[in-house]
């Protein structure tokens, strides 16, 4: 990380901790440039998150970060997978946390949601003076909605969590304006204690190529998609859409880079759909080839389903497509279309042959699609990446831990 040098030792002798349910570091990208931005000015950072494919090492240190992973027996799908998934995340926070603490103290524990149960461990340490940092990357009532489509006992549960956590917290870190304003008036937290830093993709990672044409499969044209699969994303929606360009022209290609808990029932649905040729799936691979793949693509997509819970959430693929130049098919959601602006074409929401209308526009206009990918990086060079958003982290920091 390039901070300016006053900054480069602002929070030295500060511990903090930061504490990931869902995901490992440092593959969850945002989480892992927070705590490298922090670390590069000068805090000691540690980190507890779960053991996933590719990153098993109980213990790791990366760039002078601290990483404890804990199992994680189940990545749950429904009721009982929930609840063990969680229980256990639970149990092995609180345990490492105490081990970390007792190692060195920390004064701060950041907790980034899905779910909204750390605070359960934050709340022990708060007597020794620890403040609670709540960084929100997911509305977990809306996700219920959207995972379940409708509302009931567990979300109601959701609620209260969101509740609770709100009222732990000492601060909270907002990744857009929507999420802002759910903290404020849904969190009751003053809006002072509140502070937006969105997932700015950094463009040290981010960098342009001309890829490879390996991805192609011998084929004209390929939509790239990189993100989570699971039943909010779209990706159904993604293959219809794919159905029928296939049927106009046989000249395409779609790459979808990602894991999640829909992966294998979204490739059974391919081969059901008679797609298999024209549709690879990469799974959750390296930073190296995912860059590769996305600089190969001609257009990449975003078929996040018109829910609530997409509608006010910033997805960090549209600013890892417009890193690289990419023009943008997505539907018409509140902040897809803060983020992407004129780098995107937007279908009406749950209108899939409009979907696959303006991937086709795009595919056929290369002028069209050199002028939205310049207009992306511009808007994310000039405003967006993680360059100008971890000036406010540090800001942001510097109140929690009443340096300024």
Known sequence: MNQVNSDNFVFKGRHILIIVE????????RVWQEASTLKSCGAEVSVICPRMKGYTKKF?????????????????????????????????????????FIKKRFQVIQGCNPPDLIFLTALF???????????????????YIAKFGKKGFFYRMMVMLERLTFATANYSIATNGSYKEIAVKRGKMKPEK?????SGPS??????????????????????????IGEQEGLDLLLRAAGMLIERTPDIQF??????????????????????????????????????????????????????????????????????KKPI????????????????????????????????????????RKKMGDFAYNRVRNELSWEHESKKLIGFYKKVLKME
């Open 255 to 324: 790459a979808i880079v990602g894991g999640g808990t829909d992966l294998e029932k979204i490739r059974q649905l391919s081969v059901s759909m008679g797609l298999q040729e024209h549709v690879d799936f990469y799974g959750r691979v390296s930073d190296e080839i995912l860059v590769e793949v996305l600089n190969t693509a001609d257009v990449c997509v975003n078929p996040d389903k018109p829910t609530e819970m997409n509608n006010l959430s910033t997805m960090n693929k549209i600013m890892e497509y417009m890193a690289l």
């Open 203 to 228: 463009l040290e990672r981010l960098k342009i190529t001309g890829g490879h044409k390996k991805y192609r499969k011998g084929r004209k044209y390929l939509v790239g998609y990189v993100g989570v």
């Open 60 to 100: 790791e240190e990366i760039n002078g970060i601290k990483i404890y992973r804990h199992p994680l027996p189940t990545e749950g799908k429904a009721g009982l997978g929930y609840l063990i998934e969680y229980t256990t995340a639970v149990f092995w926070e609180f345990v490492l946390s105490w081990k970390i």
């Open 329 to 368: 098919v997505q539907f018409d959601l509140k902040e897809g279309r803060f983020s992407a602006q004129e780098a995107s074409l937007y279908a009406e929401n749950n209108n899939v042959r409009d979907f696959a209308d303006k991937i086709m526009w795009l595919l056929e206009n290369e002028d069209e």
């Open 125 to 143: 340490f708060k007597p020794f003076g620890v403040k609670y940092v709540f960084d929100h990357h997911d509305i977990n009532p809306e996700l």
């Open 194 to 198: 509140v502070t937006i830093v969105r």
């Open 22 to 29: 869902n995901l490992p570091l440092p593959f969850d990208r």
